[in-house]
């Protein structure tokens, strides 16, 4: 199934599984976040606020008692100005201790126990001004000593103490129920911790499976087509590719299998018309040294003849044509063999076109590796930035554009890809047109040899008409001679013209021999 899946929804499918797990760990951490703020807030409300100023208010209450004392002592001793300065800091200590601990019970707390505490210490404050502190500052205010001690001894220190217990209590449940907000914010931590830690571990199990997958979808059918290739261009066309793939590799390797065919045809077209022409080459050597030898034996017979000159002249003109034709049926043919070579030679630089495109291919292949190498610790620093994200969790958009980034140049890369394969599949269109051309060029070959070898006929025949006719006269030798000398020399020509197709198509059976076919094609 994997094999089958293209690139491009396996890449897509990866992103998409990454980009879920950097939403559900950025909800995750967002969600902490949220609670650990609330918890804090809560904190900070409770312990930070309500508790320092109500603190703040008892302080300056306890301050005021004590500096009633001294201010008390103060008149005992007859400072009545110093009392009276510091009665009258007094009631400025108490009114600001008042309106202190008034705004911090008005403010009121979330939890009900708190609120049941809170009340009894607004109860016992209320007690504590109308029995302790009215009646001290009024005593204060009239320099009446004797009636602050008897409201110390009556009623203040009751009333106070009352006052101090509430206030313990209320303290001793804002301290529990500070370390329960502390408990609850570590144990949210902890739990968040665990969830980033599976979260990380899930990641890094996908990476692998993701690492895993990628190699056997672009890594095993790469390493195969670039085997096959390999082969192809050592001239080893016996090798087929049929390994499964995905949608681009099966279409890769489908050009790359229909190319190979293509090029063996080729060779083994090239190869029959070789062997064809090596044959023709052969068959016309042995009539250039059959006709070498009549012609030998014509001008033997030129010195014992001596009659019927009128056709002797005819024949040996008729010979002369027809040699002379000869001469140029070899050097058509001697030129087409050519051209045939200038055709597989340019069979062979379309071949190494192939393999240059091929190159490429391997080039942008390694490119899309390094993509998807880019992609993974993308990834992995994102789910990192997800374990440190902040407040607002920044950075997460910059790795988002990195990946999306990342996943459009593999796209490009893919389109590339696409595009090397129709470049090869020109090239092999082009390389079978080629083959063809050649095909069409030795068959004009054979046609020129048939042609050559009819013409050599009649040279026999004629050379035949000659004898007979020699055997009739004996006029002329000395013109007949000559004649005989020509002709000679042109099946010299035509024997050199013969030797060298025979050479060529020995080269050209060569060249082909370098390629390996299979045992059914070979």
């Keep these: 199934?994997?094999?089958?899946?293209?690139?491009?929804?396996?890449?897509?499918?990866?992103?998409?599984?990454?980009?879920?797990l950097l939403l559900i760990v950025s909800g995750i951490g967002i969600y902490a976040l949220t609670q650990s703020s609330a918890s804090l807030q809560r904190i900070n409300h409770l312990q930070g606020e309500q508790m320092v100023q109500l603190n703040a208010g008892?302080?300056?209450?306890?301050?005021?008692r004590n500096e009633a004392g001294q201010a008390v002592r103060m008149m005992e001793v007859g400072l009545l100005d110093d009392a009276a300065r510091a009665v009258k800091t007094i009631n400025q200590e108490v009114a600001l201790a008042q309106k202190t601990l008034k705004d911090v019970i008005g403010s009121g707390v979330a939890d009900e126990q708190g609120q049941k505490l809170l009340d009894n210490v607004a109860a016992s404050l209320a007690v504590y001004n109308q029995q302790g502190?009215?009646?001290?500052?009024?005593?204060?205010?009239?320099?009446?000593?004797?009636?602050?001690?008897?409201?110390?001894?009556?009623?203040l220190v009751p009333v106070a103490k009352q006052f101090d217990n509430d206030m313990q209590a209320f303290q001793a449940w804002s301290e529990a129920r500070g370390k329960a907000e502390v408990s609850a914010v570590q144990a949210s931590k902890t739990r968040v911790l665990i969830l980033i830690i599976v979260a990380a571990l899930l990641t890094a199990g996908i990476i692998v499976l993701a690492?895993?997958?990628?190699?056997?979808?672009?890594?095993?059918?790469?390493?195969?087509?670039i085997a096959q290739l390999e082969h192809v261009a050592a001239g080893d066309l016996t090798h087929t590719l049929n390994a499964p793939a995905s949608q681009e590799f099966n279409r890769l390797n489908a050009a790359i299998e229909g190319m190979r065919q293509s090029l063996m045809d080729s060779v083994l077209r090239v190869r029959d018309a070789s062997s064809q022409i090596d044959t023709g080459s052969r068959e016309l050597t042995a009539g250039n040294m059959n006709l070498a030898q009549r012609t030998e034996s014509t001008a033997t017979s030129l010195e014992q003849t001596a009659a019927s000159m009128e056709e002797i002249t005819a024949t040996v003109k008729l010979n002369a044509d027809n040699a002379e034709q000869a001469h140029q049926l070899a050097k058509s043919v001697s030129d087409t063999a050519d051209h045939g070579s200038e055709m597989v030679c340019?069979?062979?630089e379309k071949m190494r076109d192939i393999s240059g495109s091929s190159a490429?291919?391997?080039d942008i292949l390694s490119v899309i590796d390094g993509i998807a190498f880019q992609t993974n610790i993308l990834a992995l620093n994102a789910s990192v930035e997800a374990a440190r994200a902040g407040e607002q969790g920044r950075?997460?958009?910059?790795?988002?554009g990195e990946v999306r980034n990342l996943a459009s140049r593999s796209a490009d890369a893919a389109k590339e890809i696409r595009s090397l394969i129709s470049d090869s599949q020109t090239h092999v269109n082009e390389g079978s047109e080629l083959a063809q051309q050649a095909g069409e060029t030795m068959d004009e070959i054979a046609t020129e040899v048939l042609r050559m070898t009819k013409l050599m006929r009649e040279i026999a025949t004629a050379s035949q008409e000659q004898s007979r006719g020699i055997e009739q006269v004996n006029i002329a030798v000395n013109q007949m001679d000559e004649t005989a000398q020509q002709n000679a020399a042109l099946v010299q020509q035509s024997s050199a013209a013969t030797r060298s197709l025979e050479e060529q198509s020995r080269e050209l059976m060569e060249a082909m021999a370098s390629f390996k076919l299979t045992t059914q094609t070979a």
């Design 1 to 20: 199934m994997l094999k089958t899946l293209s690139i491009r929804t396996g890449l897509l499918s990866l992103l998409a599984v990454m980009t879920l």
């Design 58 to 64: 008892y302080t300056l209450i306890l301050r005021a």
């Design 133 to 155: 502190i009215s009646p001290m500052l009024k005593a204060l205010n009239e320099q009446s000593a004797d009636s602050y001690y008897d409201l110390l001894g009556n009623k």
């Design 211 to 225: 690492w895993l997958v990628l190699r056997h979808m672009l890594l095993e059918p790469l390493s195969a087509s």
């Design 346 to 348: 340019y069979v062979i």
């Design 360 to 362: 490429r291919i391997a």
């Design 395 to 400: 950075g997460f958009a910059v790795v988002a």
